[in-house]
């Protein structure tokens, strides 16, 4: 597989990430500090969200493993999950935050199952 295949799509990984990470703060801001973050919180879901669907058509697309698959599949359904549990007249609210570290969870596995694609001659101790 081409070497930029998999840098870009390492670099989409961790741009998900890290969207996740803000999200995270935003809505730890809106329920401590003042509630005017929860737009941003909302926000951001709107404009990272789909790229769960690019990194999963991605995945198909490349030859990636099984493993990494699985990983992006994880991504759009936790996120289609994520959405559900907040539009649902079901108190499945109370879902929410444990579905986020599952998916936090799920990208940050992801990013650190592309790495040792990028440098193939790191030990598996050094990664």
């Not at 999200?23 to 730890?28: A, R």
């Not at 990194?55 to 991504?75: D, T």
């Not at 959405?83 to 992801?110: D, N, Q, W, Y």
Request: proline share 6%; glycine share 6%.
């Amino acid at each position: 597989m081409p070497r930029l295949v998999v840098l870009g799509f390492y670099a989409a990984a961790i741009l998900f990430n890290l969207c996740l990470v803000a999200q995270l703060l935003t809505v730890g801001l809106a329920y401590f500090s003042d509630p005017a973050w929860w737009n941003l919180h909302v926000w951001l879901v709107r404009g990272y969200g789909g790229l769960s669907l690019i990194l999963l058509i991605w995945a198909w697309w490349m030859p990636f493993s099984k493993r990494i698959r699985a990983l992006a599949i994880s991504l759009a359904v936790l996120l289609g999950l994520q959405f559900a549990t907040v539009h649902t007249p079901l108190p499945l609210a109370i879902f929410h935050p444990l579905i986020g570290f599952s998916l936090f969870s799920a990208s940050t596995t992801l990013v650190h199952r592309i790495r040792p694609m990028l440098s193939p001659n790191l030990d598996a101790n050094d990664v």
